[in-house]
């Protein structure tokens, strides 16, 4: 039912640098896959075929992913690497990538809704690449997003309980626990000092919106940094209406960190040599 996903991928990636000068961000391997082609599989996994892809300068190399090198399909076609190329083949196969580009990096909220032309008068998720979701025990964590969606039909933010010091990189909520680890969500707070921070459940980078928050955003003023905050936006629609909040199932990486991509990193190797 929901098609779909929004990948707000114009940021500059400044915590990789020098790496991001000139690549983008989302294109930070781990393993020998980027990080965007994991969200991407997220979201085929939870029903969604229409990719949309919000670009900025220097980020060209995405689009070239989601596309046919026939140079290189030629070379290695017969040879032994030639199944390296079977997912991405597949993903290009069952999805339509589309892309539209934000001009000035004004913050998540500003290329949410830069999205606006991609993605019409229809609830769509948003999936954040630099943070690497998995789940070893069922559903990956958009699928897991979507069957709440189909009961509540209302927005819904994907939490995580984390450290009460670190709240204030996060956007942090607080709710009324209406389901185990499911909250209808009374207040957000963008990046709150911990003293501030009305819980430790920070949302993280997977979102389903419905498409009045576009309106919401257009109504939003610069928030924290002077940047258009999502939160704010959804702030607004929890207020005249009702947003959830969801514990997801799995475990998160902070690939936008050097940490937390060194652990995905190894992660995700320990996982290949199980196999
Ligand atoms: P981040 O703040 O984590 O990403 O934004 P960044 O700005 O790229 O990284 P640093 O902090 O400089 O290292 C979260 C997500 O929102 C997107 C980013 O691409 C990232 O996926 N984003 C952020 C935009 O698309 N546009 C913006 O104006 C801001």
Redesign the pocket.
Known sequence: MIKRCLF?????????LPATKAMP?EMLPVMAKPLIQYGVEEAVEAGMDIMAI?TGRGKRAIEDHFDISYELEHQIKGSSKEHLLDDIRELINKCTFTYTR?IE????G??IYKGRVLIGNEPFAVL???DLCTNTEGDGVLAQMVKVYEKYRCSIVAVQEVPMDQVNKYGVISGKEIDSGLYMVDTMVEKPEPEEAPSNLAIIGRYILTPDIFELIEQTEPGKGGEIQITDALMAQAKKGMVMAYKFKGRRFDC?SIDGFVEATNYFYEKSKEK
Request: no cysteine; charged share 25%.
């Open positions: 707000p991928a114009a940021g500059y990636g400044t915590r990789f961000k919000i934000q990096m004004k913050g998540l500003d290329a954040l690449a630099d936008g």
